[in-house]
């Protein structure tokens, strides 16, 4: 019988890391929430879940001596998936925090949503999926999503922008650099499409 692939979920201490754990399970991974560096080098695909403070969750991440082994985890060409503060993490700065340094593997910045609607953006919204990408594999043209955030992410490079959302401008939702793939939205809540896209990422994880 074919082992499920195993996913390592980073544990920084920092918001509900299990309800991403317990989504990976549910199709199909054998995912573990875990700081162990062996455990992480040795793990098919990784996943860098977030919610919370920018500067907050990179002081947390380095707290846990996970900065080194995460950026090595991306260079390492296994599936990488970043979720929600997760994703912002793997940018460069966020004018959330100007002071503090993110992972910097997507260089560019984490901005603020305009001011002319609420934040958070807490809904469901609709994706425009700017360029295809596998793990949106098998879902709808324009899936719904989940959202809960105030800021998104403006890479240098728009072509790794993967899906946008409407909402007071156009706000960019999802990226793909190389092995990496980054989400604002949350997948483990976002019911039938969140769950279609983490079995992509846990196929391409049974894959590589």
């Keep these: 019988m074919t082992q499920p692939p195993r ?21 199909g991974a054998h995912a573990v929430l875990t700081t162990s560096h062996s455990q992480i080098d040795a793990a098919d695909a990784i996943v860098l879940p ?13 707290s846990a001596d996970l900065e080194e082994v995460t950026l090595r ?19 460069t700065r966020s004018e959330e925090d100007p002071n503090a340094l993110g992972l910097d ?48 992410g403006v890479p240098d490079d728009d072509t790794q922008i993967v899906a946008t ?15 990496v793939f980054a989400t604002q939205f949350h997948p483990e809540k976002s019911a039938a499409s969140g769950l279609a896209l983490l079995r992509n990422f846990v196929l391409m994880a049974g894959a590589s």
């Design 7 to 27: 996913i390592a979920v980073l544990d920084y201490g920092i918001g509900n890391l299990r309800s991403a754990q317990k989504a990976l399970e549910r199709v």
């Design 50 to 62: 977030g919610v919370g403070a920018f500067g907050a969750c990179m002081d947390a991440l380095r």
């Design 73 to 91: 985890a991306v260079g390492s060409g296994k599936p990488f998936l970043g979720i929600c503060v997760g994703m912002q993490m793997l940018f």
């Design 105 to 152: 593997v997507i260089p560019g910045s984490v901005r603020w949503i305009p001011t002319s609607v609420p934040r958070p953006q807490m809904q469901w919204n609709q994706l425009d999926i700017a360029n295809p990408d596998p793990m949106f594999g098998g879902l709808d043209s324009k899936p719904w999503m989940y959202f809960v955030h105030s800021l998104h």
């Design 165 to 179: 959302v409407q909402y007071g401008e156009k706000l960019n939702v999802a990226f793909r650099k190389d092995n």
